[in-house]
């Protein structure tokens, strides 16, 4: 339960910033993890994109003093981060539906975004169908996109990369490749630097790279392995955050932070469900 614990200190430091400058990389490092894996392990527990929950809460922050106070709209924009009156007036609609002055009416309705807590609840007691494996070294080739640090940009890459290769050539070339472990079409993510960051759509193997491919060498590594059989953009997310709430808490297991692996058969380009893995490094905890 160590990380959700150190997750859980990491909102204490958002919290306490919310009138304030919020580094994502000071929150990283509360987390111990990199920028990059804070706000994705973020988004599939908490459900939306770190920068959206500060904005909500900024936001709730701000309508409870606008309801309370006689401070100046743009005064309290201000304390919130925002520099202009448009720009406040913008974060304040997206989330409340109206202009910060109409929060002074009364009867005018908000939304009130409480903070987010972590704990472990019983929720129903689904079992997650997983094996652990230690694996040697896997290569891959395939075609990549470079992804961002900001998360929901990443969201709107992915799924346009997947619908591209899908529809070229090389999604084919690609499904030729596969002759190793993991067997079939993988969707990695990669993350080594704020410039270094891919998302991969490859296949395991020993065959030469061709052009308009690359390669990666994932590193030896503890494999948990987890099974899936359903629409797969809903299964793989369900089952990072299942991962991240249910599973690891308790494993006796840490993240690895190595590169992740999706599992896809190799079969129509235009299948959107069916078996599918996920594979995600870990080390024994300290």
Not at 96 to 102: F, I, M
Request: proline content about 5%.
């Amino acid at each position: 339960m160590e990380w959700l614990k150190q997750l859980s200190e990491a909102i204490d430091y958002i919290e306490n910033n919310l009138s304030g400058d919020i580094s994502y990389d000071e929150a990283a490092k509360i987390a111990c993890c990199s920028t990059y894996y804070f706000q994705r392990m973020f988004s599939y527990v908490a459900g939306i994109p770190l920068s959206e929950y500060i904005r909500r809460r900024r936001m709730t922050k701000a309508a409870f003093q606008l309801q309370t106070s006689e401070a100046k709209v743009m005064d309290i924009g201000s304390k919130y981060g925002y520099v202009s009156p448009t720009s406040f007036n913008r974060a304040f609609q997206n989330v409340h539906g109206v202009a910060p002055t109409a929060a002074r009416i009364e009867g005018t309705k908000l939304n009130s975004y409480p903070r987010i807590s972590f704990s472990i609840s019983v929720i129903g007691g689904e079992s997650m169908r997983y094996r652990i494996e230690k694996k040697g070294p896997i290569r891959i080739v395939g075609v990549r996109v470079p992804l961002k640090e900001d998360i929901e940009e990443n969201f709107q890459i992915v799924p346009k990369f997947w619908d591209t290769t899908l529809r070229s050539n090389l999604f084919e070339e690609i499904c030729k490749l596969s002759n190793g472990s993991p067997h079939g079409i993988l969707g990695v993510s990669t993350y080594k630097n704020p410039k270094d960051i891919y998302y991969y759509i490859a296949a395991a193997t020993d065959k030469t790279v061709q052009e308009g491919m690359e390669e990666l060498q994932i590193p030896e590594a503890t494999w948990v392995i987890f099974e899936s059989d359903g629409r797969f953009k809903d299964s793989i997310q369900t089952i990072f955050k299942r991962f991240l709430t249910e599973w690891l808490p308790f494993s006796g297991y840490e993240y690895a932070q190595l590169p992740d692996i999706e599992v896809y058969p190799i079969s129509d380009p235009k299948l959107q469900g069916g078996y599918s893995e996920v594979w995600i490094a870990v080390k024994k905890g300290k």
